[in-house]
């Protein structure tokens, strides 16, 4: 079947990069190396303004046309996932868009604790970021001010999961929410985790992956080693997958990826107090109310206990 059956929706922020890397040495979980299309947003993105910083880069990277998204997982592999993190914040439209082409898939939702999911995406951002504080970003996000923008720059409205996951249960029969923070204390257990929802082995081990900076630019160096037509990446995308798995190659891109980073010193920004209880405040109803959906007694986010 020439489509994917696992969603990863999102949160943003929220490890996805590396738990798709990890589930990618499983061999029966097929994870492209476009991990995420965008098939199911494509419509948002072509609405974006035209000053949205990332409208290029997402009109260029993502699969707008069905019969190429099907093409990419046209593969053997028992689960294949679509890890698309922007689905979660447009879910009025991803959900029925899913529903309509890919049935009932495994949904798998993996969540932040809000507070320190928005911070992350603001320091993500912060160098095409126009507002000098998060709180002030906020504000301008809930005046109006980044309607028309992506939703990365929605720094507080896509950490509302209460209304989200909702949607997402109300719809689908096979939905599995996990927590980041249980990732962090044990990346095996949690990966696992994911293996016994789909009710395959779970893994005995992680091949070992470099930390990832997302946020860092490639040196020219990297770019002319990764680039898409360039030697080294044709052979990486077209070639070497011939003979040899795709988790060990997808395992050695993001080393290469790491390696040829530019190495810049960035100023510490530091999530302040105020900005902290300022965060508390605006999601702490949906929280509770995220709890309850959960049916989950101690709240995972120390500071809405």
Known sequence: MMLPNVIIPGAPKAGTTSIAAILNQHPDIYVPPIKEPRFFIKDQIIELADNDPLKRYLLKSSITDWEKYKEIYDKKQKFKFDASIQYLFYYKTTVFKIKEYLGDPHIILILRNPIYRAFSNYVFNIKSEKCSTLTD?????LNGGRDNLNSFYHYYKQGLYYEQVKLFKDNFSKVTVLFYEDFQKNNLAFVNSICTALEIPVMEK???LPKLNTS???SWR???ILGKYSPI???YNHILPIFISRGVLFNKKLKIVARFSKKEEQAKIVLTNNEKEFLTDLYK????????LLNIDHCPWIEFI
């Open 137 to 141: 970003a906020i504000k301008d996000e």
């Open 222 to 224: 990297g770019q002319l």
């Open 233 to 235: 990446g044709i052979i």
């Open 216 to 218: 860092a630019k490639l």
């Open 206 to 208: 992680i091949n070992e």
């Open 285 to 292: 109803n949906d929280v509770k109310q995220l709890m309850g």
